[in-house]
DNA sequence: GTCTATAGTATGATAGAC
DNA sequence: GTCTATCATACTATAGAC
Protein backbone atom coordinates (compact mmCIF):
# COMPACT_ATOMS: atom_id res chain seq x y z
CA UNK A 1 0.00 0.00 0.00
CA UNK A 2 3.01 2.39 -0.13
CA UNK A 3 2.61 3.81 -3.94
CA UNK A 4 0.01 2.81 -6.03
CA UNK A 5 -3.17 4.72 -4.93
CA UNK A 6 -1.62 7.42 -3.57
CA UNK A 7 -2.17 10.62 -5.03
CA UNK A 8 0.95 13.35 -5.10
CA UNK A 9 -0.53 15.26 -2.54
CA UNK A 10 -0.40 12.35 -0.31
CA UNK A 11 2.81 11.77 -1.53
CA UNK A 12 3.94 15.05 -0.48
CA UNK A 13 2.73 14.79 2.91
CA UNK A 14 4.73 11.65 3.59
CA UNK A 15 7.83 13.14 2.74
CA UNK A 16 8.12 10.70 -0.14
CA UNK A 17 10.97 10.83 -2.68
CA UNK A 18 9.86 11.73 -6.11
CA UNK A 19 11.30 11.66 -9.67
CA UNK A 20 12.75 14.86 -10.39
CA UNK A 21 10.87 15.53 -13.47
CA UNK A 22 7.35 15.45 -11.11
CA UNK A 23 8.48 17.81 -8.90
CA UNK A 24 9.60 20.39 -11.38
CA UNK A 25 6.20 20.58 -12.83
CA UNK A 26 4.73 20.17 -8.93
CA UNK A 27 7.38 23.14 -8.56
CA UNK A 28 6.27 24.93 -11.42
CA UNK A 29 2.33 24.92 -10.75
CA UNK A 30 2.85 26.29 -7.43
CA UNK A 31 5.29 28.67 -8.52
CA UNK A 32 2.75 30.09 -11.39
CA UNK A 33 0.17 30.40 -8.63
CA UNK A 34 2.81 32.58 -6.11
CA UNK A 35 4.35 34.38 -8.93
CA UNK A 36 0.69 35.64 -10.39
CA UNK A 37 -0.51 36.46 -6.69
CA UNK A 38 2.97 38.59 -5.71
CA UNK A 39 4.21 39.64 -8.80
CA UNK A 40 7.90 38.44 -9.73
CA UNK A 41 10.01 40.32 -7.12
CA UNK A 42 6.75 39.95 -4.16
CA UNK A 43 7.01 36.29 -4.88
CA UNK A 44 9.30 34.39 -2.12
CA UNK A 45 11.40 30.89 -2.88
CA UNK A 46 10.13 30.11 0.74
CA UNK A 47 6.00 30.77 -0.68
CA UNK A 48 6.76 28.87 -3.54
CA UNK A 49 8.44 25.82 -1.54
CA UNK A 50 5.32 25.98 0.98
CA UNK A 51 2.72 26.07 -1.67
CA UNK A 52 4.74 22.81 -3.65
CA UNK A 53 5.09 21.43 0.00
CA UNK A 54 9.14 21.03 0.21
CA UNK A 55 11.58 23.16 1.68
CA UNK A 56 12.89 25.96 0.44
CA UNK A 57 16.67 25.41 -0.30
CA UNK A 58 15.21 22.41 -2.74
CA UNK A 59 13.57 25.14 -4.45
CA UNK A 60 16.42 27.39 -4.99
CA UNK A 61 18.80 24.00 -5.72
CA UNK A 62 16.60 22.95 -8.51
CA UNK A 63 16.10 25.67 -10.49
CA UNK A 64 19.52 27.97 -9.49
CA UNK A 65 17.82 31.20 -8.71
CA UNK A 66 14.72 32.81 -8.77
CA UNK A 67 14.87 34.76 -11.76
CA UNK A 68 15.35 30.86 -13.67
CA UNK A 69 12.10 29.69 -11.85
CA UNK A 70 10.37 32.64 -13.01
CA UNK A 71 11.45 31.90 -16.53
CA UNK A 72 10.34 28.58 -16.34
CA UNK A 73 7.25 29.30 -15.05
CA UNK A 74 6.77 31.73 -17.97
CA UNK A 75 8.05 29.31 -20.46
CA UNK A 76 5.77 26.56 -19.29
CA UNK A 77 2.32 29.34 -19.78
CA UNK A 78 3.61 30.23 -23.38
CA UNK A 79 3.91 26.67 -24.18
CA UNK A 80 0.35 25.71 -22.73
CA UNK A 81 -1.07 28.78 -25.11
CA UNK A 82 0.72 27.55 -27.79
CA UNK A 83 -0.26 24.14 -27.63
CA UNK A 84 -3.94 24.75 -27.28
CA UNK A 85 -4.02 26.97 -30.16
CA UNK A 86 -2.12 24.90 -32.32
CA UNK A 87 -4.52 21.89 -31.25
CA UNK A 88 -7.88 24.04 -32.37
CA UNK A 89 -6.49 25.36 -35.41
CA UNK A 90 -5.71 22.00 -36.38
CA UNK A 91 -8.76 20.72 -35.36
CA UNK A 92 -10.73 23.66 -37.42
CA UNK A 93 -8.74 23.13 -40.54
CA UNK A 94 -9.85 19.56 -40.52
CA UNK A 95 -13.67 20.91 -40.16
CA UNK A 96 -13.01 23.07 -43.23
CA UNK A 97 -14.29 26.35 -40.63
CA UNK A 98 -14.68 29.50 -41.54
CA UNK A 99 -12.23 32.31 -40.36
CA UNK A 100 -15.00 33.53 -38.44
CA UNK A 101 -15.67 30.00 -36.42
CA UNK A 102 -11.69 29.79 -35.98
CA UNK A 103 -11.90 32.84 -34.29
CA UNK A 104 -14.48 32.10 -31.90
CA UNK A 105 -13.09 29.08 -30.91
CA UNK A 106 -9.24 30.30 -30.42
CA UNK A 107 -11.48 32.71 -28.35
CA UNK A 108 -12.76 30.47 -26.23
CA UNK A 109 -9.96 28.38 -25.69
CA UNK A 110 -8.41 30.71 -24.59
CA UNK A 111 -10.67 32.06 -22.06
CA UNK A 112 -10.75 28.77 -20.86
CA UNK A 113 -7.04 28.42 -20.34
CA UNK A 114 -6.53 31.89 -18.49
CA UNK A 115 -9.27 30.90 -16.23
CA UNK A 116 -6.06 29.24 -14.20
CA UNK A 117 -5.11 32.67 -12.48
CA UNK A 118 -1.66 31.76 -11.83
CA UNK A 119 -1.30 31.02 -16.00
CA UNK A 120 -2.86 34.67 -16.58
CA UNK A 121 -0.93 36.45 -14.24
CA UNK A 122 2.31 35.36 -14.40
CA UNK A 123 2.27 36.42 -18.04
CA UNK A 124 0.63 39.75 -17.43
CA UNK A 125 3.32 40.09 -15.14
CA UNK A 126 6.03 39.08 -17.66
CA UNK A 127 4.61 41.77 -20.30
CA UNK A 128 5.67 44.43 -17.88
CA UNK A 129 9.39 43.19 -17.48
CA UNK A 130 10.07 43.55 -20.95
CA UNK A 131 13.19 45.61 -19.87
CA UNK A 132 14.46 43.25 -18.06
CA UNK A 133 17.31 41.65 -20.49
CA UNK A 134 16.66 37.78 -19.82
CA UNK A 135 13.04 37.66 -18.83
CA UNK A 136 12.07 40.28 -21.23
CA UNK A 137 13.69 38.47 -24.23
CA UNK A 138 11.49 34.89 -23.26
CA UNK A 139 8.52 37.02 -22.89
CA UNK A 140 8.67 39.43 -26.56
CA UNK A 141 9.51 36.02 -28.18
CA UNK A 142 6.95 34.12 -26.87
CA UNK A 143 4.24 36.65 -27.96
CA UNK A 144 5.70 36.78 -31.43
CA UNK A 145 5.68 32.97 -31.66
CA UNK A 146 1.67 33.44 -30.77
CA UNK A 147 1.26 36.33 -33.23
CA UNK A 148 3.18 34.14 -35.82
CA UNK A 149 0.90 31.30 -35.20
CA UNK A 150 -2.10 33.01 -35.38
CA UNK A 151 -0.97 34.62 -39.03
CA UNK A 152 0.88 31.96 -40.78
CA UNK A 153 -0.93 28.36 -39.60
CA UNK A 154 -4.09 30.02 -38.23
CA UNK A 155 -4.49 32.09 -41.80
CA UNK A 156 -5.40 34.94 -40.78
CA UNK A 157 -4.88 38.55 -41.78
CA UNK A 158 -2.88 41.09 -39.41
CA UNK A 159 -5.73 43.45 -38.68
CA UNK A 160 -7.52 40.00 -37.23
CA UNK A 161 -4.54 38.77 -35.53
CA UNK A 162 -4.19 42.47 -34.13
CA UNK A 163 -7.97 42.36 -32.92
CA UNK A 164 -8.01 39.04 -31.60
CA UNK A 165 -4.79 39.80 -29.34
CA UNK A 166 -6.06 42.97 -28.56
CA UNK A 167 -9.36 41.50 -27.23
CA UNK A 168 -7.60 38.94 -25.17
CA UNK A 169 -5.54 41.50 -23.74
CA UNK A 170 -8.98 43.23 -22.51
CA UNK A 171 -9.73 39.62 -21.06
CA UNK A 172 -7.06 39.55 -18.43
CA UNK A 173 -7.27 42.80 -17.89
CA UNK A 174 -10.72 42.28 -16.24
CA UNK A 175 -10.13 39.14 -14.99
CA UNK A 176 -6.95 40.38 -13.27
CA UNK A 177 -9.13 43.16 -11.79
CA UNK A 178 -11.62 40.72 -10.94
CA UNK A 179 -14.01 42.90 -12.38
CA UNK A 180 -16.33 39.87 -12.74
CA UNK A 181 -16.89 39.92 -8.70
CA UNK A 182 -19.04 43.23 -9.41
CA UNK A 183 -21.16 42.15 -12.28
CA UNK A 184 -24.65 41.84 -10.03
CA UNK A 185 -23.86 45.36 -8.05
CA UNK A 186 -23.62 47.67 -10.91
CA UNK A 187 -25.34 48.20 -14.37
CA UNK A 188 -22.43 49.63 -16.18
CA UNK A 189 -19.69 46.52 -14.48
CA UNK A 190 -21.94 44.03 -16.23
CA UNK A 191 -22.69 45.94 -19.36
CA UNK A 192 -18.37 46.09 -19.85
CA UNK A 193 -18.01 42.56 -18.61
CA UNK A 194 -20.85 41.19 -20.87
CA UNK A 195 -20.04 42.69 -23.74
CA UNK A 196 -15.85 41.92 -23.29
CA UNK A 197 -16.94 38.27 -23.05
CA UNK A 198 -19.72 37.55 -25.24
CA UNK A 199 -20.75 34.21 -25.33
CA UNK A 200 -17.52 33.06 -23.36
CA UNK A 201 -19.36 34.31 -20.50
CA UNK A 202 -20.55 31.60 -18.96
CA UNK A 203 -16.98 29.77 -19.20
CA UNK A 204 -15.42 32.70 -17.22
CA UNK A 205 -17.95 33.36 -14.47
CA UNK A 206 -17.76 29.61 -13.49
CA UNK A 207 -14.01 29.40 -13.63
CA UNK A 208 -13.97 32.66 -11.40
CA UNK A 209 -16.56 30.99 -8.77
CA UNK A 210 -13.93 28.28 -9.01
CA UNK A 211 -10.98 29.88 -8.51
CA UNK A 212 -12.48 32.37 -5.33
CA UNK A 213 -15.76 31.15 -3.99
CA UNK B 1 20.45 84.97 -7.30
CA UNK B 2 18.93 82.53 -4.46
CA UNK B 3 15.61 81.02 -6.27
CA UNK B 4 14.03 82.81 -9.14
CA UNK B 5 15.85 81.13 -11.91
CA UNK B 6 16.99 78.00 -10.43
CA UNK B 7 15.06 74.75 -12.07
CA UNK B 8 13.69 72.32 -9.40
CA UNK B 9 16.76 69.62 -9.89
CA UNK B 10 18.88 72.42 -9.03
CA UNK B 11 16.96 73.44 -6.25
CA UNK B 12 16.88 69.88 -5.44
CA UNK B 13 20.53 69.38 -5.15
CA UNK B 14 21.49 72.60 -3.06
CA UNK B 15 19.20 70.77 -0.08
CA UNK B 16 16.82 73.65 -0.35
CA UNK B 17 13.35 73.72 1.42
CA UNK B 18 10.72 72.95 -0.79
CA UNK B 19 7.06 73.66 -0.21
CA UNK B 20 5.22 70.01 0.70
CA UNK B 21 3.07 70.45 -2.61
CA UNK B 22 5.26 70.79 -4.53
CA UNK B 23 7.63 67.93 -3.13
CA UNK B 24 4.54 65.57 -3.64
CA UNK B 25 4.46 65.48 -7.26
CA UNK B 26 8.43 65.59 -7.30
CA UNK B 27 7.97 62.02 -5.67
CA UNK B 28 5.10 60.77 -6.99
CA UNK B 29 6.62 61.36 -10.65
CA UNK B 30 9.68 59.77 -9.25
CA UNK B 31 8.06 56.75 -7.76
CA UNK B 32 5.80 56.62 -11.07
CA UNK B 33 8.81 55.26 -12.72
CA UNK B 34 10.28 53.36 -10.54
CA UNK B 35 7.02 51.12 -9.57
CA UNK B 36 6.65 50.85 -13.03
CA UNK B 37 10.25 49.24 -13.52
CA UNK B 38 10.34 47.63 -10.20
CA UNK B 39 6.78 46.78 -9.41
CA UNK B 40 5.06 47.55 -6.20
CA UNK B 41 7.00 44.86 -4.63
CA UNK B 42 10.39 45.07 -6.55
CA UNK B 43 10.38 49.07 -6.33
CA UNK B 44 12.15 50.38 -2.49
CA UNK B 45 11.56 53.37 -0.82
CA UNK B 46 14.90 54.14 -1.17
CA UNK B 47 15.00 53.81 -4.73
CA UNK B 48 11.80 56.53 -5.02
CA UNK B 49 13.94 58.72 -2.54
CA UNK B 50 16.65 58.69 -4.54
CA UNK B 51 15.08 59.11 -7.54
CA UNK B 52 13.29 62.01 -6.17
CA UNK B 53 16.96 63.32 -4.34
CA UNK B 54 15.60 63.23 -1.05
CA UNK B 55 16.43 60.62 1.82
CA UNK B 56 14.16 57.31 2.66
CA UNK B 57 12.62 58.40 5.62
CA UNK B 58 10.98 61.49 4.34
CA UNK B 59 9.30 59.35 1.79
CA UNK B 60 7.77 57.43 4.47
CA UNK B 61 7.20 60.62 6.48
CA UNK B 62 5.22 61.93 3.60
CA UNK B 63 3.18 59.05 2.31
CA UNK B 64 2.76 56.97 5.56
CA UNK B 65 3.23 54.03 3.98
CA UNK B 66 4.58 52.29 0.69
CA UNK B 67 1.22 50.95 0.14
CA UNK B 68 -0.40 54.41 0.76
CA UNK B 69 2.31 56.04 -1.85
CA UNK B 70 1.90 53.29 -4.81
CA UNK B 71 -2.07 54.34 -4.32
CA UNK B 72 -1.08 57.87 -5.17
CA UNK B 73 0.84 57.24 -7.94
CA UNK B 74 -2.00 55.32 -9.16
CA UNK B 75 -4.57 57.74 -8.63
CA UNK B 76 -1.87 60.32 -9.94
CA UNK B 77 -1.96 58.31 -13.28
CA UNK B 78 -5.78 57.70 -13.25
CA UNK B 79 -6.45 61.35 -12.75
CA UNK B 80 -3.81 62.27 -16.00
CA UNK B 81 -5.46 59.95 -18.28
CA UNK B 82 -9.30 61.38 -17.20
CA UNK B 83 -8.57 64.27 -17.93
CA UNK B 84 -6.88 64.03 -21.20
CA UNK B 85 -9.97 61.77 -22.22
CA UNK B 86 -12.48 64.63 -20.89
CA UNK B 87 -10.75 67.74 -22.78
CA UNK B 88 -10.62 65.18 -25.73
CA UNK B 89 -14.48 64.28 -25.66
CA UNK B 90 -14.90 68.21 -25.12
CA UNK B 91 -13.14 69.81 -28.41
CA UNK B 92 -14.74 66.86 -30.21
CA UNK B 93 -17.90 67.58 -29.57
CA UNK B 94 -17.55 71.19 -30.00
CA UNK B 95 -16.46 70.29 -33.21
CA UNK B 96 -19.15 68.48 -34.10
CA UNK B 97 -17.26 65.23 -35.39
CA UNK B 98 -18.43 62.09 -36.07
CA UNK B 99 -17.95 58.85 -33.65
CA UNK B 100 -15.08 57.71 -35.69
CA UNK B 101 -12.94 61.13 -35.60
CA UNK B 102 -13.49 61.44 -31.80
CA UNK B 103 -12.03 57.72 -31.35
CA UNK B 104 -9.19 57.94 -33.55
CA UNK B 105 -8.86 61.52 -31.62
CA UNK B 106 -8.50 59.43 -28.10
CA UNK B 107 -6.90 57.02 -29.25
CA UNK B 108 -3.75 59.06 -30.58
CA UNK B 109 -3.87 61.21 -26.49
CA UNK B 110 -3.60 57.65 -25.15
CA UNK B 111 -0.81 56.49 -27.17
CA UNK B 112 0.98 60.02 -26.23
CA UNK B 113 -0.11 59.71 -22.30
CA UNK B 114 1.50 56.47 -22.21
CA UNK B 115 4.86 57.56 -23.77
CA UNK B 116 5.26 58.23 -20.25
CA UNK B 117 6.83 54.84 -19.43
CA UNK B 118 5.50 55.63 -15.54
CA UNK B 119 2.27 56.17 -15.95
CA UNK B 120 1.76 53.32 -18.42
CA UNK B 121 4.18 50.55 -16.22
CA UNK B 122 2.25 51.55 -13.31
CA UNK B 123 -1.73 51.17 -14.74
CA UNK B 124 -0.61 47.81 -15.41
CA UNK B 125 1.11 47.17 -12.57
CA UNK B 126 -2.45 48.15 -11.11
CA UNK B 127 -3.96 46.20 -13.44
CA UNK B 128 -2.45 42.86 -11.98
CA UNK B 129 -3.32 43.71 -8.29
CA UNK B 130 -7.01 42.72 -8.36
CA UNK B 131 -6.80 40.62 -5.27
CA UNK B 132 -4.93 43.25 -3.26
CA UNK B 133 -8.10 44.64 -0.73
CA UNK B 134 -6.49 48.44 -1.12
CA UNK B 135 -5.10 48.75 -4.49
CA UNK B 136 -7.40 46.51 -6.17
CA UNK B 137 -10.42 48.41 -4.97
CA UNK B 138 -8.75 51.42 -6.45
CA UNK B 139 -7.65 50.05 -10.04
CA UNK B 140 -11.09 48.61 -10.80
CA UNK B 141 -12.91 51.73 -9.78
CA UNK B 142 -10.42 53.74 -12.32
CA UNK B 143 -10.47 51.23 -14.93
CA UNK B 144 -14.80 51.80 -14.52
CA UNK B 145 -14.46 55.37 -14.26
CA UNK B 146 -13.10 55.23 -17.61
CA UNK B 147 -15.04 53.35 -19.19
CA UNK B 148 -17.98 55.23 -17.45
CA UNK B 149 -16.79 59.15 -19.25
CA UNK B 150 -16.31 57.07 -22.75
CA UNK B 151 -19.63 55.29 -22.61
CA UNK B 152 -21.90 58.43 -21.29
CA UNK B 153 -19.68 61.81 -21.64
CA UNK B 154 -18.04 60.40 -25.26
CA UNK B 155 -21.58 58.50 -25.98
CA UNK B 156 -19.85 55.48 -27.51
CA UNK B 157 -21.94 52.14 -27.83
CA UNK B 158 -20.63 49.43 -25.62
CA UNK B 159 -19.15 47.32 -28.60
CA UNK B 160 -17.17 50.52 -29.49
CA UNK B 161 -16.11 51.46 -26.29
CA UNK B 162 -14.74 47.68 -25.53
CA UNK B 163 -13.10 47.87 -28.83
CA UNK B 164 -11.43 50.76 -28.21
CA UNK B 165 -10.38 49.59 -24.20
CA UNK B 166 -9.30 46.58 -25.99
CA UNK B 167 -6.72 47.85 -28.09
CA UNK B 168 -5.64 50.59 -25.26
CA UNK B 169 -4.58 47.29 -23.67
CA UNK B 170 -2.46 45.74 -26.55
CA UNK B 171 -0.70 48.86 -26.86
CA UNK B 172 0.10 48.81 -23.21
CA UNK B 173 1.26 45.45 -23.69
CA UNK B 174 3.59 46.39 -26.80
CA UNK B 175 5.30 49.24 -25.44
CA UNK B 176 5.90 47.37 -22.08
CA UNK B 177 6.88 44.14 -23.66
CA UNK B 178 9.24 46.95 -25.75
CA UNK B 179 8.35 45.38 -28.81
CA UNK B 180 8.70 48.43 -30.65
CA UNK B 181 12.89 47.99 -30.27
CA UNK B 182 12.73 45.16 -32.82
CA UNK B 183 10.96 46.98 -35.36
CA UNK B 184 13.96 46.99 -38.29
CA UNK B 185 15.23 43.45 -37.22
CA UNK B 186 11.87 41.49 -37.86
CA UNK B 187 9.08 41.70 -40.99
CA UNK B 188 7.05 39.94 -38.16
CA UNK B 189 7.55 42.77 -35.73
CA UNK B 190 7.09 45.16 -37.88
CA UNK B 191 3.90 43.94 -39.01
CA UNK B 192 2.13 43.41 -35.71
CA UNK B 193 3.86 46.73 -34.10
CA UNK B 194 2.54 48.78 -37.56
CA UNK B 195 -0.76 47.17 -37.38
CA UNK B 196 -1.58 47.73 -33.59
CA UNK B 197 -0.73 51.38 -33.99
CA UNK B 198 -1.51 52.41 -37.30
CA UNK B 199 -1.09 56.24 -38.05
CA UNK B 200 -0.12 56.68 -34.23
CA UNK B 201 3.01 55.08 -34.85
CA UNK B 202 5.42 58.17 -34.95
CA UNK B 203 3.85 59.32 -31.63
CA UNK B 204 5.05 55.83 -30.52
CA UNK B 205 8.19 55.31 -31.91
CA UNK B 206 9.26 59.11 -31.29
CA UNK B 207 8.52 58.76 -27.82
CA UNK B 208 10.33 55.32 -27.14
CA UNK B 209 13.32 56.73 -28.73
CA UNK B 210 12.97 59.82 -26.48
CA UNK B 211 12.73 57.36 -23.08
CA UNK B 212 16.00 55.19 -24.04
CA UNK B 213 17.96 56.76 -27.23
C1' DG C 1 10.69 70.47 6.02
C1' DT C 2 14.44 67.41 6.15
C1' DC C 3 18.13 64.61 7.92
C1' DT C 4 20.97 60.62 10.42
C1' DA C 5 20.85 56.54 12.94
C1' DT C 6 18.92 52.35 13.74
C1' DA C 7 15.57 48.70 15.15
C1' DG C 8 13.38 44.73 13.54
C1' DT C 9 12.40 41.71 10.11
C1' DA C 10 12.69 39.01 5.91
C1' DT C 11 15.16 37.51 1.82
C1' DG C 12 18.05 34.58 -1.69
C1' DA C 13 21.49 31.60 -1.65
C1' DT C 14 25.19 28.30 0.19
C1' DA C 15 27.13 24.40 3.04
C1' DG C 16 26.78 20.16 4.27
C1' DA C 17 24.27 16.06 6.53
C1' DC C 18 21.33 12.09 5.45
C1' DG D 1 16.39 13.65 -3.71
C1' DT D 2 15.70 16.30 0.31
C1' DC D 3 16.53 18.52 4.69
C1' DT D 4 18.37 21.87 8.60
C1' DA D 5 21.17 25.58 9.72
C1' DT D 6 22.94 29.77 8.62
C1' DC D 7 25.34 33.87 6.26
C1' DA D 8 25.06 38.19 4.22
C1' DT D 9 22.30 41.49 2.66
C1' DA D 10 18.43 44.60 2.18
C1' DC D 11 13.98 46.28 3.44
C1' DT D 12 10.18 49.38 5.84
C1' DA D 13 9.35 52.09 9.39
C1' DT D 14 10.33 54.72 13.77
C1' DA D 15 12.87 58.04 16.86
C1' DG D 16 14.59 62.09 17.37
C1' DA D 17 17.86 66.04 16.11
C1' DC D 18 18.16 70.35 13.50
Known sequence: MSSVSQTS????????????AERREQI?????????????????????????????PYVVRMFGSKEN????VLERALDKLMTVFRTVIEESAAADETTDQRSARLGAAYADLISD????????????????????????DGFLAIYSLLRTEGRF??????????????????IALRMTDGIDDNALVSELVACTFGAKLDTVLDAVARAHP
Chains 1, 2 share one sequence.
Open 117 to 140: RGILLSLMQAFTMGHEPTIGKVAR
Open 157 to 174: TADHVVDFLAHGMLFNTL
Open 69 to 72: LFVE
Open 9 to 20: TERLASGERIPA
Open 28 to 56: LAAASRVFGERGYAGATTDQVAQAAGISQ
